[in-house]
C-alpha cells in the first residue's frame, strides 16, 4: 500500500489559498473551521516563504496517542482519520498536534469544543466508503473514489503535493536539483521524523 | 480577579517557563541596493535548529483565528508528559496516598477520642460552613473521578466497556467535568471568604506541625484555634490548588487564540495539581472519617462531641466558652434548642 | 474546470486536467466558483427602489417601466444621455450584442472594465506594434531566461500564470526581476526585488536603457529592421543618468545596471505588467516605454519574449476585443465611416439608419457632424458627464440615466463624487447577479432596477484568455432563482425598445430559461463573419468546441496539437488564438506568439503591422520634412514570397502584384459588391470572402502588411514617452520639472489635472498627507468584489478591509497591528475607517489598500440599504473612496495606483 503524505513545495507556493477553497467547497467546512490553511512566515520581508498546512497524517500520530477515549486510527494507506461517534471534544489532540491541524465547532457547552474536525485527506471517516452518513459528517471520500486529495489538485502553482511519500519527495527532489533551491519539506521531520536531502 | 490572576500566570510563568512565539529571522532593516528573495528564503531546517522548547514557527495568516498563525509546534513535550509523566504523576499520588494511609491504619489504627466521648455537643460549623464544604467536596469528587477518567479510563475502563460505551461515557464524563467545574470554582471562592480569617498561620500552627498535630502518639494534643495546622495545610491547598485548577480549567474551557503552547501549559498544570490534590483530599477524607472518632462529625451534623474538641482544637473550645459562657454547648442533659 | 451536476443541481466541481492553460489548478477563487450557483447571496428576482424601498417586481415589469424611461430621456435628451457599462464577465458573444446595442440605441457611450484595467495598455501596444493584446502567452513564460514584472502582483492576480512562471523560473534557472513599490507575493520569489517610487516607471525604463544604449547591450539589426524612432528614445533616455533615476526614482544606479544587463543580455527576455504600469495619468506612456525596452532589446516575436500583459477578469479580453469601448466598433475597426460601413453590411442594416438613430454635433468649423463618430464618455468619469454644467459636455444634454451590466460600483475613484452623480440620475439599472455598490451607496429613493442576471456558468458562450485564446464554456446550469442570462435581458430591452428585428436579423433564436433567446453559437458565426480585422474570423464554435474536447492534444509551451492529432485540432494552437486568419474552413491555426517572423504565416508567423502607413514625414529640427520608411526593411516572415516591407493587403495590391488571379470568382464578386465603384480599396479588413486574407497567406505574406514597430507614435501625447509626476506626489520637488500635461478636453469632457495638480503643490497638500496611497488585488476577491465576498468560502479568508503600512510609518502614528484607522484623502474630505496591517511589504512613506471592499462608505456600515438576504458576507469601505482626479490622456484610465493620503489610529 502506498503512504501518503503531503508536501508543501515553499518555493513554490504563492498564498493563493486555492487548496483552502477547495477544501472548504468540497466538504462544505462551515466558517471558523480551517481544515487546511496558508501561514505565510518573514511576511514582507526579502525570504519571505508561504506555506500551505494541514494534517500532515503523521507516523505515529500524537493526536492518536493522547486522545483519551482512542477516536483516531490508521488507514492502510497510512491516513490518520477519526471516528467522530467515538470523539468527545476534549481538545487534546489540539494539544498535541505540532501542526494545529484538530478544528473544533463551537457547539460544545459553553460556547467550546464540539466534535472535532479534521483534514481527512479526502478520505471520510469509519463509515460506509461514500456513504450519506460519511459525506455528512466528514465530507467527500475521494481517495475511495480512486481520486487524491482536491486542495493539491487543484493548487495553482503545483507547490502542494499528495500522494505516496516516496513519489512527491522524488518530484521535490528533482525540482530542487533542477533549480537549485529549496527550503524544504515543510513539517516532514516533525510529521515523518525524515527529511528529504537536497 | 480571575483575569488579573490568570494573566499575571500568563505573562509571569508562561514567558518564562514557555516563552511565547518567535517569527522566523529578523530581516534586515535597510533594504541594500540589491535584493535576492530566493536565495534569502527562509528555510525549514534554520528556523527549526534555531526554535527554542516550547516555540512554535510562526507567520501570518488573514483568517481570524491567530493561533491558525502557528505554522509548526516541533515540541513533543508535552505528549510525553501527557502520556507518561502524568499517568506516572496520578499513579503514585494516588497510591501512594493509599498505601500511607493503610500503613497509617495498621500502625495507629483508628484515632480515639482520648477522654472518651463526653456526651456533651459543641457547634463547630453552621449550614453555610457545611453547605460551602460539601458543595466543594462533592464537586471536586464528581471532578476528580471525571477527571482521572482522561488519564486513566482509556487503560482501564476502556478494555471492560468497550470503545462505544467509554466514549458515551466520557462523553458525559466530559460534560460532567465542564458543568461541575463552575460549582467547584464557587466552592473553592466561597471557602476562601468564608474560613480565611481563621486560617492565617501562626506559630500555634508550627509548634502543632512539629509535634505531627499528635496523631502520630496517643494523648499528645498540642493545642490549636479553631483549625490546626493540619487543617490549614488542607484549606490553603483548596484554596491554591482550587485557584490554579480554575483558571487553568477556564482556559481549557474557553479556549482563547492565545497559541499551542499555553494550551498545553494550562493542561498540564490542571493535570499535575489535579493529582496532587486528590491525593491531598484522599487523606483528609480519611481523617475526616474512618480514621479518626467524631472527626465526621464536624461536617455532619456540624456539632461535635466536646472531649473531641478539646483535644483537636483546645484554644478554640476556650474560645468559644469564654465567649458564649457555655450557651452553645449542649449535651443529652441540655438537649440542643 | 469540469464540473460534476446532479438532477440540475451542480454537486462537484473536478480539475479539468488537460486544459493546457491551467492543467487543472485554480486560486481560491476558482476552487470555489461552485458556490456562486449556489448563491444564498444572489440577487434573486428583480427589484426597484419605491420611496427607498426595495421591492420586488417581475421581469415584465422590469423591461417595460426601463424600457419606457429610456425612450424617454432618449426624447428628452437624446440618446446620448444613457450611458451603457457593460461587463468583463459577459462571453464574447454578450460583449459583442452589448456593443451591438449600443450601436442600434445610437450611442458611443459605451463602456466596460478594460476602461480601468488595460486601456492604456490596448492604447499603448496597439500604437507601437499593431495590435493592443499580449503578445505571447502564460504557458510561453516557460521560454524565458529573463522575466520583469513590473506594475503587477500576479501571484495573488494571476495565480495560475505563476505556475507557468514558476516553472520557467526553474527550468531555465531564469532570472526572475519584480520591480514594484510594494515587496508583493509574487517579489516573495524573484531573483532580484528591486522597490521603486510609485508613479515613476517611465524613469525606471528610461534609466535601463540608459546602461543599455551606453553599453551597446541594444539588438542593433533589429532596430535597424523592424523599429522605428528609436533615435528620438535615445535623446530622451540621454537625461536619465543613474544619479537622476535613483533622485526621481529611488532606484540604486548599479542595481538598475545590473538589472539591465540581465534584461538586454540574457535572452530572450519577457516584460509582464498590470495595473501598477496602466493605472496612471502617464499610462499609455507607461506602456509605450515598456514596448520600447523591449523593441531595444529585440525581445518582440520569438518564444520567451515580448509583452506578457497579464488580463484580469474572465473574459476582459474578449470584452475588449469586441468593443465594448467608447472608441470603437466591435473587433478594433474604430468608429469612422468605414468601420460602420463594414458593420452595416455584416449585420445587413442600412448605414443611414444607424446614422438616424444618433445625434449630430458641430464641428469646429461649424459643421454638422453624426456623434457616431465620436467617442463616447470613459467610464472613470461619468458621474461628471451627469454633474458638470451642461456646458462643460460635449453632447446634446447631461447623463440622464446608467444602464449597467456586470460592473461594480466601487472600481472608480472619486466616490464621493459619484454618489453625486448617481443621485441626479433619473434612471439607474443594474443587471447584476448581486446588488452591487450602486445599489446602496446613494440616497437615491426611486428609479433605480435591479436585474438578476446569471453568472457565467449559466450561460453558454466562448471566452477570449489573455493570451487570445478562444474557449467554450458550457451552461453548467440553467440560472437560479429568477435569473436570466445577458442574451435574453438585451434580446428583450431589443423588443421594447423597437429594434430588435433589425439587431438579431441573422442569429438563431432558440428556447431558453424564459423564453425564446439569441443562441451564442449563432452570434459567435456573425463575429466572425465580421471580426476579420483581428483574425476573429476562423474562431467557429465548432472548431472551439472540438479543442475543449481535445484538451490533452495540445503541447504545454508549444500550445500546439501535433499533426497526428485528431484531424479537427491537427496542427492548431490551443483556442485558436487571434488572429485566426482567413474562414474557420480555411483552418489557420492562430497564433501563439504575435510577430514572429521565424514561422510561415501559415503556422501562425507574422510580422509587425503596417498599421501607420508606409512613409512618415518626420518633422525636422530646421522645419522641413523627411520621408520615412514605415515598412520593415530586410525582415520578412518564413517563405513569405515578398522578402521586405509590404504594406497591408487590399485589392489593388493584390491586383499590383498579380496575385488577384488567384481569388476565386465568389471572392472577386464579393470584394467587388463592398468596393462599389472603388473595389481595388477594399482591404483585407473588410473583405467579408476572406478571399484577400487567403491569397495573402498562400504567398506567405501577413494581410495586414509588414511594417516597423514604432517608438515614435507621432499622433499621441507625449510620442516619446516623458516622465511626468503623478497629481497628487509627495515629491513636490519635482512638479516643476516634471509636470503632468497641461488641461484640455478629450472624451467630451474637460481634464484639469494640471489645475488639480498646481492647486495640490500650491496648498501643500502632500504635508497634510504625506503617505503615497496605491491599491491592488487580493487572491481571494475580484474587481469590486461584491461576487466574491459573497462566496462565503471566500469572504471567511478576508474579513476586514485593511491598510498596508510600514512599520515606521505605524509606530510614528501609534497605530498598531491588527488595530483600527481612519485613512483620510486629499478631496472631498474623504474618509474611511479600516484595520491596519503593519507590514514591511510597504517601504516607508507608503499604504496600500485592497480595492474589493464595499458596502461601508466614510465610516458608515450600509448593510441596511442592501435588499434583504442579498448582502455580501463581507462589507467594508472602498479604497475609492480616498482616490483621486487624474486621467490618461489617450484613454480616460483613472489614476488609481498613485495618490496622496493620511492615517491615524481609530
Not at chain 2, 300 to 322: F, I, P, R, T, Y
Not at chain 3, 79 to 87: D, K
Not at chain 3, 835 to 854: C, D, I, N, S
Request: proline residues 5%; aromatic residues 10%.
Amino acid at each position: 500500500m502506498a503512504r501518503m503524505k503531503f508536501l508543501c513545495d515553499a518555493d513554490r507556493c504563492i498564498e493563493c489559498n486555492a487548496c483552502v477553497t477547495a477544501c472548504k467547497n468540497e466538504h462544505e467546512v462551515p466558517w471558523g473551521i480551517n481544515r487546511r490553511r496558508v501561514v505565510t512566515l518573514n511576511d514582507g520581508k526579502p525570504g519571505e516563504r508561504s506555506v500551505s498546512m494541514a494534517c500532515m497524517h503523521c507516523t505515529d500520530a500524537p493526536c492518536a496517542s493522547v486522545c483519551p477515549v482512542s477516536c483516531f486510527y490508521t488507514t492502510a494507506d497510512a491516513v490518520v482519520l477519526h471516528s467522530k461517534d467515538l470523539c468527545i471534544g476534549c481538545g487534546y489532540c489540539f494539544y498535541a498536534c505540532p501542526f494545529g491541524a484538530p478544528q473544533y465547532p463551537k457547539t460544545g457547552n459553553f460556547g467550546s469544543r464540539g466534535k472535532m474536525d479534521k483534514c481527512t485527506y479526502c478520505a471520510g471517516g469509519p463509515e460506509d466508503d461514500n456513504s450519506q452518513a460519511e459525506l455528512d459528517k466528514y465530507g467527500r471520500n475521494r481517495l475511495a473514489e480512486g481520486k487524491l486529495p482536491l486542495c493539491a489538485e487543484m493548487c495553482s502553482t503545483k507547490a502542494l503535493l499528495a500522494g505516496d511519500g516516496d513519489i512527491i519527495a522524488s518530484i521535490y527532489k528533482e525540482r530542487v536539483a533542477k533549480r537549485g533551491y529549496g527550503s524544504g519539506a515543510w513539517g516532514w521531520k516533525v510529521a515523518y521524523k525524515e527529511t528529504i536531502a537536497i | 480577579m480571575t483575569s488579573m490572576l490568570s494573566k499575571v500566570i500568563r505573562t509571569g510563568l508562561l514567558s518564562l517557563v514557555f516563552g511565547l512565539f518567535v517569527v522566523a529571522m529578523p530581516a534586515s532593516a535597510q533594504q541594500p541596493s540589491s535584493v535576492n528573495p530566493t536565495a534569502q528564503s527562509v528555510k525549514e531546517a534554520q528556523l527549526l535548529d534555531a526554535l527554542k522548547p516550547g516555540q512554535s514557527l510562526a507567520g501570518r495568516v488573514s483568517i481570524p483565528n491567530k493561533d491558525a498563525a502557528n505554522l509548526i509546534q516541533p515540541g513533543r513535550d508535552w505528549r510525553a508528559f501527557n502520556q507518561e509523566t502524568l499517568p506516572r504523576i496520578g499513579t503514585i499520588a494516588i497510591l501512594g496516598v493509599l498505601a500511607l494511609l493503610v500503613l497509617f491504619y495498621l500502625v495507629r489504627g483508628k484515632i480515639r477520642i482520648d477522654a472518651g466521648p463526653s456526651q456533651m455537643r459543641i457547634t463547630r460549623f453552621g449550614s453555610v460552613d457545611r453547605f460551602v464544604h460539601w458543595l466543594t467536596a462533592t464537586s471536586f469528587i464528581a471532578l476528580a473521578i471525571t477527571g482521572a477518567n482522561v488519564t486513566f479510563g482509556k487503560s482501564v475502563l476502556m478494555p471492560m466497556m468497550g470503545p462505544e460505551a467509554f466514549s458515551a461515557w466520557s462523553g458525559m464524563a466530559k460534560l460532567i467535568h465542564n458543568y461541575v467545574g463552575f460549582a467547584f470554582m464557587a466552592g473553592v471562592a466561597l471557602t476562601f471568604l468564608i474560613w480565611v480569617k481563621d486560617n492565617i498561620p501562626g506559630a500555634t500552627d508550627l509548634k502543632w506541625i512539629l509535634v505531627g498535630g499528635g496523631l502520630l502518639s496517643k494523648g499528645t494534643h498540642p493545642p490549636a484555634k479553631r483549625f490546626n495546622g493540619g487543617q490549614k495545610i488542607v484549606f490553603w491547598s483548596v484554596v491554591l490548588g482550587g485557584a490554579f485548577l480554575s483558571l487553568s480549567g477556564w482556559h481549557l474551557l474557553f479556549p482563547t487564540a492565545e497559541g499551542m503552547a499555553e494550551a498545553q501549559w494550562h493542561a498540564t498544570l490542571h493535570g499535575t495539581v489535579a493529582f496532587v490534590m486528590t491525593a491531598l483530599i484522599i487523606g483528609h477524607i480519611y481523617i475526616g472519617s474512618v480514621g479518626m472518632e467524631g472527626a465526621f462529625d464536624a461536617m455532619a451534623s456540624g456539632e461535635v462531641d466536646l472531649n473531641w474538641a478539646k483535644e483537636h482544637h483546645s484554644l478554640w473550645v476556650k474560645e468559644e466558652m469564654e465567649r458564649k459562657s457555655g450557651s452553645r454547648i449542649s449535651g443529652a442533659a441540655q438537649p440542643a434548642e | 474546470m469540469t464540473a460534476e451536476v446532479q438532477e440540475g443541481v451542480w454537486v462537484g466541481q473536478e480539475p479539468s486536467w488537460d486544459s493546457p492553460i491551467n492543467r487543472g489548478t485554480h486560486c481560491a477563487k476558482g476552487a470555489s466558483v461552485r458556490e456562486l450557483v449556489k448563491g444564498e447571496r444572489r440577487l434573486k428576482y428583480p427589484m426597484k427602489l419605491v420611496n427607498g424601498e426595495w421591492t420586488r417586481i417581475s421581469w415584465d415589469v422590469a423591461f417595460d417601466e426601463i424600457s419606457k424611461k429610456m425612450l424617454e430621456i432618449r426624447a428628452k435628451s437624446g440618446p446620448e444621455s444613457v450611458w451603457f457599462l457593460g461587463s468583463a464577465k459577459f462571453s464574447n458573444e454578450g460583449a459583442y450584442l452589448f456593443r451591438k446595442f449600443a450601436a442600434y440605441w445610437g450611442t458611443n457611450n459605451v463602456d466596460h472594465q478594460a476602461r480601468i484595467c488595460h486601456s492604456t495598455t490596448v492604447a499603448g501596444v496597439a500604437n507601437t506594434w499593431g495590435y493592443g493584446a499580449q503578445t505571447n502567452s502564460y504557458n510561453d513564460i516557460r521560454n524565458s531566461k529573463t522575466m520583469i514584472i513590473m506594475g503587477g502582483n500576479p501571484a495573488e492576480a494571476h495565480p495560475v500564470s505563476l505556475q507557468h512562471v514558476l516553472s520557467g523560473k526553474e527550468i531555465n534557472r531564469a532570472n526572475l526581476i519584480v520591480i514594484d513599490p510594494r515587496m508583493t507575493r509574487t517579489a516573495a520569489h524573484a531573483t532580484e526585488y528591486v522597490r521603486m517610487r510609485p508613479g515613476t516607471d517611465i524613469p525606471v525604463i528610461w534609466g535601463m536603457l540608459h546602461h543599455i544604449f551606453k553599453n551597446g547591450w541594444e539588438d542593433k539589426a533589429f532596430i535597424q529592421q523592424r523599429v522605428y524612432g528609436m533615435d528620438m528614445v535615445r535623446k530622451e533616455v540621454e537625461k536619465w543618468t543613474p544619479a537622476e533615476v535613483e533622485r526621481v526614482t529611488g532606484i540604486p544606479g548599479a542595481q538598475l545596471e545590473k538589472v539591465a544587463k540581465t534584461f538586454a543580455t540574457e535572452k530572450p527576455s519577457t516584460l509582464i505588467w498590470c495595473m501598477g504600469a496602466t493605472q496612471k495619468t502617464v499610462g499609455t506612456a507607461n506602456v509605450r516605454a515598456f514596448c520600447t525596452l523591449l523593441l531595444a532589446t529585440g525581445n518582440v516575436g520569438a518564444p520567451g519574449t515580448g509583452a506578457n500583459i497579464f488580463r484580469g477578469h474572465c473574459n476582459v479580453q474578449g470584452a475588449t476585443d469586441l468593443g465594448v469601448d467608447i472608441g470603437t466598433l466591435p473587433l478594433y475597426y474604430g468608429l469612422d465611416d468605414g468601420a460602420w460601413k463594414h458593420w452595416a453590411r455584416v449585420w445587413e442594416t442600412d448605414f443611414d439608419w444607424f446614422k438616424s438613430r444618433f445625434d449630430t454635433t458641430k464641428a469646429p468649423d461649424g459643421k454638422d457632424i453624426s456623434m457616431m463618430g465620436v467617442p463616447g464618455i470613459p467610464s472613470t468619469r461619468w458621474f461628471d458627464a451627469v454633474t458638470l454644467p451642461k456646458d462643460q459636455v460635449a453632447q446634446r444634454d447631461n447623463l440622464k440615466g446608467v444602464f449597467v451590466m456586470g460592473h461594480g460600483g466601487n472600481s472608480i475613484p472619486r466616490m464621493p463624487e459619484m454618489t453625486k452623480g448617481l443621485e441626479a440620475l433619473e434612471l439607474m439599472v443594474v443587471c447584476d447577479p448581486h446588488p452591487t455598490t450602486f445599489a446602496h451607496i446613494s440616497n437615491r429613493k426611486n428609479g433605480t432596477y435591479l436585474l438578476p442576471m446569471s453568472t457565467q456558468f449559466e450561460c453558454s458562450g466562448s471566452r477570449t484568455a489573455s493570451n487570445r485564446s478562444l474557449q467554450w464554456g458550457e451552461k453548467v446550469v440553467e440560472p437560479i432563482f429568477e435569473s436570466a442570462n445577458d442574451y435574453w435581458v438585451m434580446h428583450t430591452f431589443a423588443q421594447k425598445l423597437g429594434f430588435a428585428d433589425k439587431m438579431f436579423k441573422n442569429i438563431t433564436m432558440v428556447k431558453g430559461k424564459f423564453g425564446m433567446e439569441p443562441e451564442a453559437e449563432s452570434v459567435l458565426r456573425e463575429i466572425n463573419r465580421g471580426g476579420w480585422s483581428t483574425g476573429y474570423c476562423g474562431q467557429s464554435p465548432e472548431r472551439l468546441k472540438a479543442h475543449m474536447k481535445n484538451q490533452d492534444k495540445f503541447d504545454l509551451v508549444t500550445l500546439r496539437a501535433p499533426k497526428d492529432a485528431p484531424a479537427e485540432v491537427a496542427g492548431d494552437y490551443y483556442g485558436l488564438p487571434w488572429p485566426c486568419w482567413g474562414t474557420p474552413e480555411y483552418r489557420h491555426p492562430g497564433t501563439h506568439q504575435l510577430y514572429n517572423t521565424n514561422l510561415h504565416v501559415k503556422d501562425g508567423g507574422g510580422t509587425f503591422r503596417a498599421r501607420f502607413g508606409v512613409e512618415y514625414d518626420e518633422p525636422q529640427a530646421d522645419g522641413t520634412k523627411k520621408k520615412i520608411n514605415l515598412l520593415a526593411e530586410g525582415s520578412f516572415s518564413k517563405d513569405s514570397e515578398l522578402k521586405d516591407g509590404y504594406p497591408q493587403f487590399t485589392y489593388g495590391v493584390l491586383k499590383k502584384l498579380g496575385w488577384d488571379k488567384d481569388l476565386t470568382e465568389a471572392e472577386k464578386g464579393v470584394i467587388e459588391k463592398i468596393g462599389g465603384n472603388a473595389p481595388d480599396g477594399v482591404s483585407w479588413a473588410i473583405d467579408l470572402s476572406g478571399g484577400i486574407q487567403r491569397v495573402a497567406l498562400e504567398h506567405g505574406c501577413i494581410p495586414f502588411g509588414n511594417g516597423k514597430a514604432r517608438v515614435n507614435a507621432w499622433q499621441l501625447p507625449d510620442p516619446v514617452p516623458v516622465h511626468r509626476e503623478p497629481i497628487y506626489t509627495p515629491r513636490t520637488d519635482l512638479v516643476a520639472q516634471y509636470p503632468t500635461r497641461p488641461d484640455y478636453k478629450h472624451f467630451r469632457l474637460p481634464n484639469i489635472g494640471f489645475t488639480v495638480q498646481k492647486a495640490a503643490v500650491d496648498k501643500g497638500i502632500a504635508k497634510e498627507f504625506p503617505i503615497i496611497l496605491s491599491s491592488g488585488r487580493l487572491v481571494e476577491y475580484e474587481g469590486g468584489g461584491e461576487e466574491t465576498r459573497s462566496n462565503p468560502w471566500l469572504a471567511e479568508l478576508q474579513q476586514d478591509m485593511f491598510v498596508e503600512i510600514s512599520p515606521a510609518d505605524a509606530a510614528d502614528r501609534g497605530i498598531k497591528d491588527g488595530g483600527w484607522v481612519w485613512v483620510t484623502g486629499p478631496e472631498n474630505g474623504s474618509k474611511a475607517r479600516m484595520k491596519a496591517l503593519v507590514t514591511e511589504r510597504v517601504g516607508k512613506g507608503v499604504a496600500w489598500m485592497p480595492f474589493h471592499f464595499g458596502g461601508w462608505f466614510m465610516g458608515e456600515d450600509q448593510r441596511s440599504k442592501y435588499p434583504k438576504g442579498a448582502d455580501p458576507f463581507v462589507l467594508g469601505e472602498s479604497v475609492n473612496t480616498i482616490t483621486t482626479y487624474g486621467y490618461d490622456p489617450v484613454t480616460g484610465m483613472h489614476e488609481g495606483k498613485v495618490t496622496l493620503c493620511q492615517i491615524r489610529a481609530a
